[in-house]
């Protein structure tokens, strides 16, 4: 760390004013939305569990708030940001740290392997982000596809989509986003954060939810046939379970007594509505249509 300054960015007063220093304003197509709270800027932080022997990823440093905490604990960070006027801010706010890298590309194009091969190639990174709303489903549908590697990925986003992805079965908010990727992740809730410490504040309240690959993850053996069956069953949340399948039309119109024997069969009942079913029982539930199927 060298002399330069170093910026209470979590005070609204300070952030406003290094903004405005650099003509700055903030753009909703960005969906900035800094984050101007020293509690909240913590508990994300220490949600990341960050050492000094990690490698941290941010996506969207803004002006720098969260990276600048990050930088003390880490041993390196690594920021995406997309925009380019945010550069010259981030030069000063974060001027001070010489583990600070900042990569000017879109997240959803930057080569996120590459990076990691650089900069972290025998110890998974930790992934850190503030998450504009507009690119929560695209930036963790890239991890999942392209099986990117981490250890975990705290994502502030919005309240309710971090009680949908956390959401155990039995759950209200228990559904398909919330099995596709815990089939890929153990997701737990971690903090609510309210619309009131961002500058400009938003429309919603954010929560923050903390990613953690599974150890082996949970794969049906026909992977369509799993989809369709999980998206069925909730197309219609109040249904019996017999009801919905009997109207997935990937289950090749197989009969209401076909479909009651193998719900039997797995132990569930077919008067059982799908919220209940816990994800290694629709993966079962899939494997065993899937034999039936032959
Ligand atoms: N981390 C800062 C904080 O907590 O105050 C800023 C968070 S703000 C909600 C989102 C940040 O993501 C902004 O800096 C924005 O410019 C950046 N961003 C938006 N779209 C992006 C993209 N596609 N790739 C990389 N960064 C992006």
Redo the contacts with the bound molecule.
């Keep these: 760390m060298s002399d330069k300054n170093i910026y209470k960015l979590t005070s609204p007063s300070v952030a406003i004013d290094i903004m405005q220093r650099h003509g700055f304003h903030t753009?909703k197509a960005?969906?900035?939305?800094?984050?101007?709270d020293e509690h909240y800027?913590c508990g994300?932080v220490d949600a990341a569990e960050i050492t000094k022997d990690d490698v941290v990823i941010?996506?969207?440093?803004?002006?720098?708030?969260?990276?600048q905490l990050m930088c003390e604990r880490a041993k390196h960070v690594i920021a995406?940001?997309?925009?380019k006027k945010?550069i010259p801010i981030l030069g000063e706010t974060l001027g001070a740290y010489d583990n600070f890298t900042v990569v000017n590309?879109?997240?959803?194009k930057?080569d996120i392997k590459g990076i990691i091969n650089r900069y972290s190639p025998s110890r998974a990174v930790k992934v850190v982000?503030?998450?504009?709303?507009?690119?929560t489903t695209p930036?963790i549908m890239r991890f999942l596809e392209e099986d990117i590697k981490f250890s975990s990925m705290v994502l502030?986003i919005q309240l309710e989509v971090a009680d949908r992805l956390s959401a155990p079965a039995g759950n209200k908010d228990y559904g398909v986003v919330s099995i596709m990727l815990q089939c890929a992740y153990d997701i737990e809730f971690m903090l609510k954060v309210p619309a009131s410490v961002?500058v400009p504040r938003p429309q919603v309240n954010s929560g923050v939810v903390r990613m953690t690959p599974k150890e082996k993850r949970l794969t049906a053996r026909d992977n369509e046939l799993f989809k369709a069956i999980v998206k069925g069953a909730f197309a219609q949340r109040r249904k019996t379970l017999l009801n919905s399948l009997s109207s997935v039309k990937e289950l090749g119109g197989m009969s209401k007594d076909a479909i009651t024997a193998i719900l039997q069969s797995q132990g569930i009942a077919p008067t059982e509505r799908c919220e209940n079913l816990t994800i290694e029982q629709f993966v079962a539930l899939s494997d065993a249509i899937s034999a039936e199927r032959g």
Excluded: K, R, W
């Design positions: 753009m960005f969906g900035q939305n800094f984050l101007c800027v994300i941010e996506i969207g440093p803004g002006i720098g708030t969260l990276t995406i940001e997309i925009d945010l590309e879109d997240v959803l930057a982000s503030n998450l504009p709303y507009y690119i930036v502030m961002f």
